[in-house]
């Protein structure tokens, strides 16, 4: 699958489920991790594991595997990664904890609203 269709996925998944505060950074400029890195908020660690299963479950349906998958059912901070992609599901209490907007702030950040269709009036 196509890097931005992927990505696309991604966010139109988060979106469609009500995730909160999305945001992307490119860090393969500074990183060898993965080429984009996505931060959503979920309002409860059971929001956080429906985030994560409808994700893994329409990509399964696309013949796209997480590479690994951590915090998966027992964390309020699920990490996905799709290779080029990493994926962050986080609470709003370890999203504000572990800050990783001021860890990877010095990359270059999307807006997210590019890759997500506005609602049709």
């Not at 901070?77 to 990783?100: A, H, P, Q, T, V």
Request: charged share 30%.
């Amino acid at each position: 699958m196509a890097e931005d269709t992927l990505l696309r996925d991604i966010l139109k998944y988060l979106d469609d489920k009500k995730a909160e505060h999305i945001e992307i950074y490119k860090i393969a400029e500074k990183s060898s991790l993965a080429d984009f890195l996505v931060i959503a908020t979920a309002n409860s660690n059971t929001h956080a594991n429906s985030l994560a299963d409808f994700i893994l479950h329409e990509l399964k349906g696309k013949k796209v595997e997480p590479q690994a998958l951590d915090g998966y059912r027992v964390s309020k901070w699920i990490c996905i990664d799709f290779g080029y992609i990493l994926l962050n599901i986080m609470c709003e209490d370890e999203r504000n904890y572990y800050n990783l907007e001021a860890i990877w702030g010095g990359c270059s950040k999307i807006d997210a609203s590019q890759f997500i269709e506005a609602p049709q009036k």
